[in-house]
Structures are given as structure tokens and as C-alpha cells.
């Protein structure tokens, strides 16, 4: 169960679909962290190059896209080597589908603690101890 929020701003001249996207990151965190489609959530929020600085200039100056996407799952449920492979992938999809990339794009993987989040009312270390449970049985 991740949540993915993406923050972004194309290239001039490109165009991209809010889902392509979604449907994009969502498969790269099952593909490469493991994570379940039908629970992963994501927010894609569209930002004016004239309003990304990077070193004190606009994008628009810079002449290239921009991302931060942040990725949040539960701790210890993926080793150093899916997470960097994961930032490796979406740094790459990201460059294919908004043009290139300025180098300060970032992709953050936040870890956590199981009984600091969940879904459906309930926590991650609860469904992880009683899977079957419902919120209800709470």
C-alpha cells in the first residue's frame, strides 16, 4: 500500500495525461518495490514552469522538466537495493514521458512505521498481525 504524490512540470512543448502518470508510477511500484496496484494511491499535481526554481532560476529559464515524487511505504518492507532501483526507473520514466529532466528532480522514498499508517481504518501492523480483520473489528 503505497501513496505516490508527483509534483511535476513538463518541458515546453510536451504534454502529458494525468493518468499516464499515475497509471506509470503505480506499475513501476509494483514492478520494482513489489507493491499491490489495487491499494496504491496516487496525487499528480501540475506545476507552472515559471513557479520550479532550481538555483534561484525558473524551468522555464532552465529549459527543462522538473519532478519530486515521493513514494510512502511501510518500513523495512523493501531493501536498498528495490529503492534505488525504483528512483533509478521513475528518474528514467519521468525523463520519457516530460522531457528532460533537470538533475535536481527528486524521487523520495519515505519509510513508515508500520503502526504509524494505514488504510481502510486500519494499521499496517494490525493487518499484518490479523489479516482477516476487518476495520470493524477493531
Known sequence: MPFIHIQFAAARGKSVRDE???QTLT??????????????????ERVAP????IGGRTLAQHGQASAQVQI???AGT??????ERFIAAVFDELTALLGQ????????????AADSWGYGGR??????????ATAEAR
Not at 50 to 53: D, L
Open 20 to 22: 499516464t502518470l499515475a
Open 27 to 44: 506499475q513501476l511500484a509494483g514492478s520494482v518495490l513489489r507493491k499491490k496496484p489495487e491499494v496504491t494511491a496516487v496525487r499528480v
Open 50 to 53: 515559471e513557479a520550479w526554481f
Open 72 to 74: 510512502q511505504i511501510t
Open 78 to 83: 523493501n531493501s536498498a537495493d528495490e529503492k
Open 101 to 112: 529532466l533537470h538533475p535536481a528532480s527528486y524521487v523520495v522514498v519515505d519509510e513508515i
Open 123 to 132: 494499521t499496517q501492523a494490525a493487518r499484518a498481525a490479523r489479516p482477516h
